[in-house]
């Protein structure tokens, strides 16, 4: 499939919503979230002939409903505005390009990190040669978006926020346990099996306080990847959380380095081996390693 910007950008959708999908057909297939729900392949979308995409709901025989279920309009349909598009008709869009794609990589995933009201505060790219790039959203550039958090003179653009954090907020409104990972990629192992995750861009060593700050009040479950580096992280992360977490725990793969592993050699949550209980849940006894 010839994937366009308004492609990936509802596919991002569906995956941050934890809807299922799947190609089929020359089509990425999803359930009918516009009617029950029903099981994947109801709904597809395909690239359409003049840009953009094309979504078709077989069982309510159009895309209305669909697009009222994810919030979106007949123009969310198009790779960008129209009027954008007769301003710069020569210019090629392509929501796929990665910085490192002069040198023969390609995108395999985006992340997006939003603000407490849903909004898009930047994003992040992984490669097939796991390089990763973080952008920001600007509405000037045909893309959409600059390949940088800062200014020239090196200042943050940005506000540093967990990932998924509306999901997290939902998740400590609903007293739900919060899982902190080192990546994206183990958060999305961890919400596919049910669990509310999370983790900060750039890799270890980048949590910071300003994260830790939306987790008041919040149980928190650390997965530490079983290296220098994930122990080391899991620290860090451990005091931010001290100030404002209920409790605390460090866990590790039963298998493998991460969370991704643990589950890949058909571990379930409960599986986790626990190293550390830096602040037990009230009532808990400390369990130390």
């Known amino acids: 499939m010839n994937d366009t910007i308004a492609f990936n950008r509802l596919a991002d959708l569906l995956r941050d919503r934890g809807e299922p999908t799947?190609?089929?057909?020359?089509?990425?297939?999803?359930?009918?979230?516009?009617?029950?729900?029903?099981?994947?392949?109801?709904?597809?979308?395909?690239?359409?002939?003049?840009?953009?995409?094309?979504i078709h709901c077989h069982k309510c025989d159009g895309n209305k409903g669909f697009l009222d279920a994810i919030g979106w309009t007949e123009a969310d349909l198009f790779d960008e505005p129209l009027a954008d598009r007769d301003r710069h008709p020569a210019r090629p869009a392509?929501?796929?390009?990665?910085?490192?794609?002069?040198?023969?990589?390609?995108?395999?995933?985006?992340?997006?990190?939003?603000?407490?009201?849903?909004?898009?505060?930047?994003?992040v790219t992984r490669c097939d040669h796991k390089c990763f790039a973080q952008w920001r959203p600007d509405p000037a550039t045909r893309s959409g978006r600059r390949w940088s958090l800062n200014d020239r003179d090196g200042t943050r653009l940005v506000p540093l926020v967990p990932y998924r954090l509306p999901e997290l907020l939902a998740a400590k409104e609903a007293d739900r346990v919060i899982w902190i990972a080192e990546g994206e990629k183990d958060v999305h192992a961890l919400v596919d099996h049910g669990l509310a995750a999370t983790c900060n861009a750039g890799g270890s060593g980048k949590w910071t306080a300003e994260h830790a700050?939306?987790?008041?009040?919040?149980?928190?479950?650390?997965?530490?990847?079983?290296?220098?580096?994930?122990?080391?992280?899991?620290?860090?992360?451990?005091?931010t959380l001290r100030p404002v977490a209920r409790s605390v725990y460090v866990v590790q793969a039963r298998k493998g380095k991460d969370a991704y592993d643990h589950f890949d050699a058909g571990y379930k949550d409960a599986d986790?081996?626990?190293?550390?209980?830096?602040?037990?849940?009230p009532g808990d006894p400390a369990v130390e390693a």
């Open 272 to 281: 986790f081996q626990q190293v550390w209980a830096p602040l037990p849940y």
């Open 213 to 239: 700050q939306h987790l008041h009040g919040a149980d928190i479950t650390i997965v530490a990847d079983r290296d220098e580096k994930g122990r080391q992280h899991a620290e860090a992360v451990v005091e």
């Open 94 to 123: 392509d929501d796929a390009w990665i910085p490192c794609r002069d040198r023969g990589h390609q995108r395999t995933a985006q992340y997006l990190y939003r603000n407490t009201a849903g909004t898009v505060v930047h994003g």
């Open 22 to 54: 799947r190609y089929q057909g020359g089509a990425l297939r999803t359930r009918g979230i516009c009617h029950d729900g029903d099981a994947p392949g109801t709904v597809a979308i395909r690239r359409g002939n003049n840009g953009g995409i094309v």
